[in-house]
């Protein structure tokens, strides 16, 4: 089964840039979607198709991919952006696959 | 605007069943899939399966086959995911989400329900 690998946390002071990475086989092949989830609230969908973003999210989150690796950036980070971030793909089977999910913490 | 609204609380013993149901509003509702997501406690999102609500197609986690069934009433425009043989390890938050079709994101997700298996 496809396998999506991401780091467990993230550490970034307010103002600056975080990058969260999801890896995986030629995942640049695939669209990939992420999550934002904050304590005790149902998922969010703030990036979709590797680089479009739902209505209502800020323009400071984007997102990138190629080759083995999809990136998620938050420019400008603010204390309200930490939260856990999960990325998403569906595989050759139509199941829905799930990274492990980014704690990111604002210093 | 858009809304899936997800059944209470359950607390049930092990190997009992559980249904959770998932109302959907402010959108057509057979011209998109439902998926099913958990969380446990502390851990990170596990995908259940899709169902689409436009002709009742399924497809399962391999690790849920045979445990789980998904279905839809498009009378009501709602859907439901019932485990069975419930075990200690299906302790967690259960959400519905949509799904566009050609495997688009998730892209609204209902408030999640807590089911709790304790003897």
């Known amino acids: 089964s496809y396998v999506l690998t991401q780091p467990p946390s993230v550490s970034v002071a307010p103002g600056q840039t975080a990058r969260i990475t999801c890896g995986g086989n030629?995942?640049?092949?695939?669209?990939v979607h992420w999550y934002q989830q904050k304590p005790g609230q149902a998922p969010v969908l703030v990036v979709y198709?590797?680089?479009d973003r739902p209505s209502g999210i800020p323009e400071r989150f984007s997102g990138s991919n190629s080759g083995n690796t999809a990136t998620l950036t938050i420019s400008r980070v603010e204390a309200g952006d930490e939260a856990d971030y999960y990325c998403?793909?569906?595989?050759?089977?139509?199941?829905?696959?799930f990274g492990g999910g980014t704690k990111l913490t604002v210093l | 605007q858009v809304q899936l609204v997800q059944s209470g609380a359950e607390v049930k013993k092990p190997g009992a069943s559980v249904k959770v149901s998932c109302k959907a509003s402010?959108?057509?509702?057979?011209?998109?899939?439902i998926s099913w997501v958990r969380q446990a406690p502390g851990q990170g999102l596990e995908w259940m399966g899709w169902?689409?609500?436009?002709?009742?197609?399924?497809n399962y986690a391999q690790k849920l086959q045979g445990r789980v069934t998904m279905t839809t009433d498009t009378s009501t425009s709602t859907a439901y995911m019932e485990l069975r043989s419930l075990r200690s390890d299906d302790t967690a938050v259960y959400y519905c989400?949509?799904?566009?079709?050609?495997?688009?994101?998730?892209?609204?997700w209902g408030q999640g329900t807590l089911v709790t298996v304790s003897s």
């Open positions: 989400a949509r799904v566009p079709p050609h495997n688009g994101p998730l892209d609204y």
């Open positions: 169902i689409s609500a436009y002709n009742g197609n399924t």
């Open positions: 198709d590797d680089s």
């Open positions: 998403q793909v569906w595989d050759s089977s139509s199941d829905g696959v």
């Open positions: 402010g959108y057509t509702f057979t011209s998109y899939g």
């Open positions: 030629n995942i640049g092949s695939k669209s």
